[in-house]
């Protein structure tokens, strides 16, 4: 199997987990661990990232609040 197969797998197998602990009424927190233990291991977050991430203060929270530095000089015209 080829390794762009074996992604789309194991990205297909996280969906099928996630919808899954949703139909059988899992509280959201819990349905997104469990996803979170199905991403295969070399990427996935650690308890504490997700946990932060969920609350809203990620690396991806702080990504978007911050505006990137070639805007802030097209912006001042320097």
């Excluded at 996280?14 to 009424?25: D, T, Y």
């Excluded at 070399?42 to 990620?58: I, N, S, Y």
């Amino acid at each position: 199997m080829s390794k762009a197969a074996a992604d789309e797998r194991a990205y297909l197998n996280v969906l099928r987990v996630l919808i899954i602990s949703f139909l059988k009424g899992t509280a959201p927190i819990m349905a997104v661990e469990a996803v979170r233990r199905a991403i295969p291991g070399q990427v996935r977050p650690t308890f504490t990232e997700l946990e932060q991430a969920c609350r809203g203060g990620g690396s991806a929270a702080a990504a978007t609040t911050e505006a990137p530095p070639a805007a802030d000089a097209a912006s001042t015209g320097g």
